[in-house]
């Protein structure tokens, strides 16, 4: 969950904005490189992403699935290195803004699924790994944008 002073609005339309997700995973040289590669993506659009993670380069494509501004989207893995990966964004506002007292403040709830690859190993991977990787990118991701 990350708690941001900026409106409900702003901190979706952040979330949904390629330019800050690429500011937000500066430490993996991620890069939009197909799709959608700035600005806002908006609902049945896509964008491939291209970053370093683990020592190599990987390629993922996803699609927003679902749009509800200003309150939820989802985004799809439709090509990558996942079996699958669904990834929920749920905004809501805050009565007295998330710093206490700073009007316009709000949530947003990262809920993240996916599968990884490679049948009983990628179980052993996804659970040793994956999970905490990918929680730590989302939460990383979430401070930089309540900024």
Known sequence: MTLSAHPVEVLFDRARSIDEHL????????????GVTS??????EEVTWEARHFGV???????????????????EQVAGPFRWFRHEHVFSALPGGAGGGVDGGSR??????FAAP??????????????GYLR????????????
């Open 108 to 113: 947003m709830v990262d809920r993240v699924e």
């Open 39 to 44: 600005g806002l993506i908006g609902e049945g």
């Open 136 to 147: 730590r990118l989302i939460e990383e991701r979430g401070r930089y944008l309540a900024g």
């Open 23 to 34: 500011g937000s995973m500066a430490g993996t040289r991620e890069r939009a490189v197909a």
């Open 118 to 131: 490679f049948g009983v190993l990628g179980v052993v991977v996804e659970r040793l790994v994956l999970r």
């Open 57 to 75: 380069r990987m390629r993922l494509s996803s699609r927003v699935m679902e749009l509800d501004f200003p309150t939820r989207f989802v985004d």
